[in-house]
């Protein structure tokens, strides 16, 4: 099995291969189909059904954004924001695993949503006493969340269309394209986001999202252009860039 999974040019072969007979659970032909699926290129994480975040499993269905390592850092700058008591909104929140990890220990009101209803699914299973929503970005929460958001979490597609087809074919073949595509210059989705987030901000709130190294300064225009003040948080050892927008304290007739 680590043979035919090294072959088909799986890096990890052997830890893939102990998850793939964890997923059988002794079922030496489901053991097979599942080899023969990761062998064709799906996703390990959709063939056992969770991804790994944080050190953490979370629900995964076909189809919907797997997290990435990566923005373990948007989780973690979060943290850093979140204290109990506040209210968290996670939009384009895929699995919620953003959500979770940001908020987990502490007593909020955690709010998530998106669009795609297979995420919206497994963000659900995944967030037990969280309210999770379908719809595109603001549209399906409820009213009285305006004014209200302490921190919003929001990992957007970022990746420029002319972009997506030089992703992994993991990714670029699996995954939804609307989990992936940012448009033209990869920053469409969070324009329209940051638009409309200071109507649903609270005073000193803040907005965090993630952005590639050549977005960042068109990132900063964006939020400032809605009235955030922007700063970048950077680990050059993930070389992630998390952009977080915060709203003034003071209120202004």
């Given at each position: 099995?680590?043979?035919?999974?090294?072959?088909?040019?799986?890096?990890?072969?052997?830890?893939?291969?102990?998850?793939?007979?964890?997923?059988?659970?002794?079922?030496?032909?489901?053991?097979?189909?599942?080899?023969?699926?990761?062998?064709?290129?799906?996703?390990?994480?959709?063939?056992?059904?969770?991804?790994?975040?944080?050190?953490?499993?979370?629900?995964?269905?076909?189809?919907?954004?797997?997290?990435?390592?990566?923005?373990?850092?948007?989780?973690?700058?979060?943290?850093?924001?979140?204290?109990?008591?506040?209210?968290?909104?996670?939009?384009?929140?895929?699995?919620?695993?953003?959500?979770?990890?940001?908020?987990?220990?502490?007593?909020?009101?955690?709010?998530?949503?998106?669009?795609?209803?297979?995420?919206?699914?497994?963000?659900?299973?995944?967030?037990?006493?969280?309210?999770?929503?379908?719809?595109?970005?603001?549209?399906?929460?409820?009213?009285?969340?305006?004014?209200?958001?302490?921190?919003?979490?929001?990992?957007?597609?970022?990746?420029?269309?002319?972009?997506?087809?030089?992703?992994?074919?993991?990714?670029?073949?699996?995954?939804?394209?609307?989990?992936?595509?940012?448009?033209?210059?990869?920053?469409?989705?969070?324009?329209?986001?940051?638009?409309?987030?200071?109507?649903?901000l609270a005073p000193g709130g803040h907005l965090l999202t993630e952005a590639g190294d050549a977005q960042l300064d068109a990132a900063h225009a964006i939020l400032r252009d809605a009235g955030l003040s922007p700063r970048t948080v950077t680990?050059?050892?993930?070389?992630?860039?998390?952009?977080?927008?915060?709203?003034?304290?003071?209120?202004?007739?």
């Open positions: 099995m680590t043979d035919r999974l090294r072959a088909a040019g799986c890096v990890f072969a052997e830890d893939e291969a102990a998850l793939l007979t964890e997923a059988a659970a002794g079922d030496a032909a489901a053991l097979d189909r599942l080899v023969a699926r990761r062998v064709a290129g799906h996703p390990v994480e959709y063939l056992v059904g969770w991804a790994s975040f944080a050190g953490a499993r979370f629900a995964v269905a076909d189809g919907v954004f797997i997290p990435r390592h990566r923005t373990e850092l948007l989780a973690a700058t979060a943290r850093q924001l979140i204290h109990s008591g506040q209210t968290v909104l996670d939009l384009c929140c895929g699995t919620g695993a953003l959500g979770a990890t940001a908020t987990r220990g502490r007593d909020v009101r955690l709010v998530a949503a998106d669009i795609d209803p297979a995420a919206v699914a497994c963000a659900r299973r995944n967030l037990p006493g969280a309210e999770v929503y379908e719809g595109d970005l603001f549209d399906p929460l409820p009213a009285d969340l305006r004014g209200r958001v302490d921190v919003l979490l929001a990992n957007v597609p970022y990746v420029p269309t002319r972009e997506i087809a030089f992703l992994p074919e993991e990714f670029r073949v699996h995954e939804a394209r609307a989990a992936l595509d940012g448009g033209d210059d990869g920053l469409r989705v969070l324009r329209r986001l940051a638009a409309r987030a200071p109507g649903w680990d050059p050892d993930t070389e992630t860039s998390v952009v977080v927008g915060s709203m003034s304290r003071t209120i202004y007739p």
